[in-house]
Every structure is written in structure tokens, then in C-alpha cells.
């Protein structure tokens, strides 16, 4: 019961932050460029919720439209990186003499920690969303990759697979038809993960300095820009900070509820059983 209202909880969450940075044009007050010399790094108040930064930008404003750079980027490599991973998996899994050669590659790429194989690309290739969407694909589709591969495994095998196989189905129709929907649970839940990674890792690129323009408000340039005023100045580290961590913690919420869901042996219910009436001593 517990889990389930922590995952309303979690989606709630996720959903109005989705929302908020959609319609921010139709309701925000302020914009989030306006800048005033006169109110610069004003702490919170009715005016300015989240305080101002060291240009007199509302902060709350740049908080809530800078989500969209990061929800953004998270969706598109979410996307993306699923579906390379789920191809390149189901030919693995299913085909025996592919399956070594893909996964020498794919294991080539999950030697670099995805971050640092991230911000090597991003340098490479420059900073704009385009090549962070690239950068964080190649970084993240070999985990999903080595996901759908280990599913198909274990499915491949199956009485139905082989009975598909006799009747002289093609692969394809095979991989697609019949593997493909019983493999559905543990794509969609690596995805989930994937799109919170995608999140925190655009934010860290951004701080880095390798992300989107600097005129374009993120979570992460935010950060970068405020960290030189965080002893006079906290809340403008601090916000933009609360933003990421209750995004990416919805979105691992989610996750893990999606995986129980599918996956009901990864959680021990427990079943409430009468106690045993014995009958009273002579």
C-alpha cells in the first residue's frame, strides 16, 4: 500500500513539473530573461519566490522554464537510446553469430562510465542539445542493450518459439511478433531509468561548461553560474538543486514501481493470515 501511494506520489510530482514548464508562457509573471541590476541576488520573497540571481533574473522563472531543456533531452535519449539498445539486443539474443560481435562493441562502450564517454563526445562534437541528445544515445544504449539481450535469452527457447520456428515463421516475424511483446516489461522499465540519467547527466554537462548555449536557461548552467555566490547568495544554488534531485527521484521512483509491477517476485508480499484458534486447555 505504501509503494503504491509513493509511486501516485512520485508520478503527481513528475507530471506537474512536466506541466509547469509546458504552460510557463501562458501563467509565469515574470520572464525568465528580464534582467534588473537594481534586484540582483534578492533572497526569496512574495515577489521573487526562489530569490534572484546575480543578473536580477527571477530564479523560480528560470527553474521552471529551464525544465524544459532537461525533460527534453531526457525524452528524445530515452527514446532514442531504447530503441538502438532493443534492436541491437533482440539480433544479439536471438541470433547466435551476431550476438558475439555486437556485444564486443556494446562492451566496448560500457567500459567508459557513461558520463565521462558523454562529456568526451560533447567536446568533440560542441555544445548545443543536438550532440548532448547524441553523446548521452551512445553513452546509455549499450546498458538496454545487454537488458533486451539477457530477456530474449531466456525466452528464445520457449515451446511457442519453437513451434513458430517448425511451422517455418520467418526471424523476423518471430523476433518481432513473438519476442518482442514478451520482452516489453524490462524495456519499459530501463527506459524510465534512462530518461532520469539522461537527466542528471545533461545537468552535469551543462555545469561542466560543455552543454547547451549559456543564454539558454538548464538546471545545470544554473548551478555552474550560481556556485561563486553560494556562501552570500544560497538560494540560488539551492533551487535549481531541489529541482533535479525531485525530478530524477520521481523518476527512479517510478522505475523501481514499474518493476514490481511487471515483476511481482522482486517483491515478498505479504499475506495476512489468520491466526490459529486452539482450542482452551482442560
Known amino acids: 500500500m505504501m509503494s503504491k501511494k509513493r509511486n501516485i506520489i512520485a508520478l503527481t510530482i513528475f507530471l506537474l513539473v512536466a506541466l509547469a514548464t509546458i504552460t510557463a508562457n501562458v501563467w509565469l509573471p515574470v520572464s525568465p530573461a528580464a534582467i534588473d541590476a537594481n534586484q540582483r541576488l534578492l533572497a526569496p520573497s ?121 511451422t517455418g515463421t520467418n526471424n523476423m516475424v518471430i523476433i518481432f511478433r513473438y519476442i518482442l511483446p514478451n520482452v516489453l516489461s524490462p524495456i519499459i522499465v530501463q527506459s524510465t531509468f534512462i530518461f532520469a540519467k539522461a537527466i542528471l547527466a545533461e545537468a552535469a554537462l551543462s555545469f561542466l561548461g560543455v552543454g547547451v548555449n549559456p543564454s539558454t536557461p538548464t538546471w545545470g548552467n544554473m548551478l555552474q553560474e550560481s556556485q561563486i555566490y553560494i556562501t552570500i547568495a544560497p538560494w540560488f544554488s539551492i533551487f535549481p538543486g531541489i529541482a533535479i534531485v525531485i525530478t530524477v527521484l520521481s523518476l527512479n521512483i517510478l522505475g523501481d514501481g514499474l518493476r514490481d509491477a511487471f515483476d511481482p517476485h522482486s517483491v515478498k508480499k505479504k499475506r495476512k493470515r489468520k491466526p490459529k484458534q486452539t482450542a482452551p486447555a482442560a
Do not use: C
Not at 522563472?61 to 528524445?76: K, N, T
Not at 535519449?77 to 550476438?99: E, N
Not at 568526451?120 to 543536438?130: K, R, Y
Open 46 to 166: 512574495g515577489t521573487h519566490w526562489f530569490g534572484t540571481d546575480d543578473f536580477g533574473r527571477d530564479i523560480f522563472a528560470r527553474v521552471v522554464v529551464a525544465a524544459r531543456v532537461s525533460l527534453a533531452v531526457g525524452v528524445i535519449v530515452a527514446v532514442v537510446a531504447t530503441i538502438i539498445g532493443t534492436l541491437i539486443g533482440l539480433v544479439s539474443g536471438y541470433f547466435r553469430k551476431t550476438d558475439f560481435i555486437l556485444m564486443r562493441i556494446v562492451d566496448g562502450f560500457l567500459a567508459f562510465p557513461a558520463l565521462l564517454l558523454a562529456l568526451a563526445l560533447v567536446a568533440a562534437l560542441g555544445g548545443s542539445i543536438t550532440n548532448i541528445v547524441i553523446a548521452l544515445t551512445i553513452a546509455f544504449f549499450p546498458v538496454m542493450a545487454r537488458v533486451v539481450r539477457s530477456a530474449v535469452l531466456q525466452i528464445k527457447n520457449a515451446q511457442y518459439i519453437e513451434a513458430a520456428r517448425t
